[in-house]
């Protein structure tokens, strides 16, 4: 079936996995059949958002890379004062800058952290990206940075435990407070879209 206009994932994806003579399909985007099939996901006008756009709208966002995402989740427990029991400790704190995806466009992962012992030396915390950081490239595990103590006691483990729970914390804190750098680009442009008519309408 021929569409003029592009469709929207959720038609998409019906056009996908429905019959080939599938009348639901259309840009208009208003079929119950569609809705349904998912389940309130989508309506009409939500979809139909995702195919419209005004050329006049520009969309410009600070994006974050792993390295400076990690570097502003560490900054804010420092500033929260939390860091103060580490800081005795601590070997060294190194953001990661190795490999792709360097930007982060998706806010649909976890950060998690795990506590080691090295295999020379030390305790090493490190942190993750668990999920989706780049809609392209699908769900996997993504270093962000690594903290090292030479320290090997329970104590020392126990502090890095601490860390690991306080740097989940800001970190779901800095996501909630960032959320646009998150977006991705047709996300940010509904969104302007959205903003620029409700000042036409006030």
């Not at 506590?115 to 809609?135: H, P, Q």
């Amino acid at each position: 079936m021929k569409c003029e206009q592009p469709m929207c994932w959720c038609c998409a994806w019906r056009y996908i996995d429905g019959p080939a003579d599938d009348p639901t399909i259309n840009c208009g985007h208003s079929s119950i059949l569609v809705r349904k099939r998912f389940q309130g996901s989508s309506t009409a006008e939500y979809c139909k958002e995702y195919l419209e756009d005004d050329p006049d709208i520009k969309v410009k966002v600070i994006r974050d890379t792993r390295e400076t995402f990690m570097r502003a989740v560490h900054q804010m427990v420092v500033d929260s004062g939390h860091f103060t029991e580490v800081t005795e400790i601590l070997d060294y704190f190194l953001p990661e800058t190795q490999g792709a995806p360097t930007e982060i466009t998706c806010d649909n992962f976890d950060f998690i952290t795990k506590v080691k012992f090295g295999g020379n030396e030390g305790i090493y915390l490190n942190c993750y990206a668990e999920g989706c950081i780049d809609s392209d490239r699908g769900r996997g595990l993504w270093k962000l940075g690594t903290y090292k103590t030479l320290g090997t006691s329970l104590a020392d483990m126990q502090a890095f435990g601490k860390l690991g729970g306080t740097l989940t914390y800001f970190a779901r804190k800095y996501l909630w407070e960032n959320s646009k750098r998150f977006l991705s680009d047709r996300e940010l442009r509904v969104y302007a879209i959205r903003e620029k008519r409700k000042e036409g309408k006030s």
